[in-house]
């Protein structure tokens, strides 16, 4: 199993331009999450998604967007990207379910955007 | 709404040193989740230890070993003889029932000194 994994690795985008993050999990996770981390500080989920088709706002959703059209993918796009939007990202995978064990986010290597 | 606290924004211990990391949380959810997360220098996320919230139970697991208190909303996290090698910003993290979502705090870097 590769996990979960993200591409680019690193990307740098003027402001206004609009890119895709890619995110794709092999581990038929039901559930998958964005977050962003800034410097010095932790995660902070952008969206998340309970399962194909499915998908909600966390808690700085503004400037993004999500679909989920497959269990293995969750891409999140910027719409117009802002220097505000420089951050490190990383898509997050669970199985889903009642159990702790299920409850468990396993997390992709993070995509370092830098916006000027 | 949930929040995590670590006070403890950055620690430094000489090696062989047992180090704690603090952890304090507040939620309304009865039934809840929470993990330690280390993050090397390298920025991956590597998922270390989970508790429920039904479960005080305490464990160790090698040289880690954690204390979670739910009178106190306290999950504390221990490495005992650390090494160079646990230097790293640890976070703890607090999620619901469902959905795979988590509330982060902000992180304690641990420095280990030869």
């Known amino acids: 199993n590769a996990g979960v994994t993200q591409t680019p690795k690193f990307q740098v985008l003027k402001t206004g331009q609009s890119m895709t993050l890619q995110c794709a999990q092999d581990?038929?996770?039901?559930?998958m999450s964005w977050y962003r981390q800034d410097p010095g500080m932790g995660l902070r989920l952008i969206h998340y998604?309970?399962?194909?088709?499915?998908?909600d706002q966390g808690e700085v959703p503004n400037g993004y967007n999500v679909s989920r059209s497959t269990t293995e993918d969750f891409p999140l796009r910027l719409l117009s990207a802002a220097p505000s939007q420089t951050s490190v990202y990383f898509c997050?995978?669970?199985?889903?379910?009642?159990?702790?064990?299920?409850?468990?986010?396993?997390f992709g290597p993070g995509t370092r955007l830098l916006v000027l | 709404a949930q929040k995590v606290t670590q006070a403890q924004t950055e620690i430094s211990v000489v090696e062989k040193e047992d180090v704690t990391l603090d952890c304090v949380y507040e939620t309304r959810d009865t039934t809840y989740y929470l993990f330690w997360y280390k993050q090397p220098p390298s920025g991956e996320l590597v998922f270390l230890i989970r508790r429920n919230s039904f479960d005080e139970q305490n464990e160790i697991s090698g040289r880690y070993s954690w204390n979670f208190q739910k009178s106190t909303s306290s999950f504390n996290f221990t490495i005992t003889a650390s090494q160079v090698v646990d230097s790293a910003v640890y976070f703890c993290a607090l999620s619901g029932r469902g959905a795979g979502k988590s509330t982060f705090g902000d992180g304690t870097t641990l420095t280990v000194k030869p």
């Open positions: 998604s309970v399962g194909a088709g499915i998908t």
């Open positions: 997050a995978s669970s199985p889903g379910g009642w159990t702790a064990p299920q409850e468990t986010q396993y």
């Open positions: 581990m038929n996770h039901e559930y």
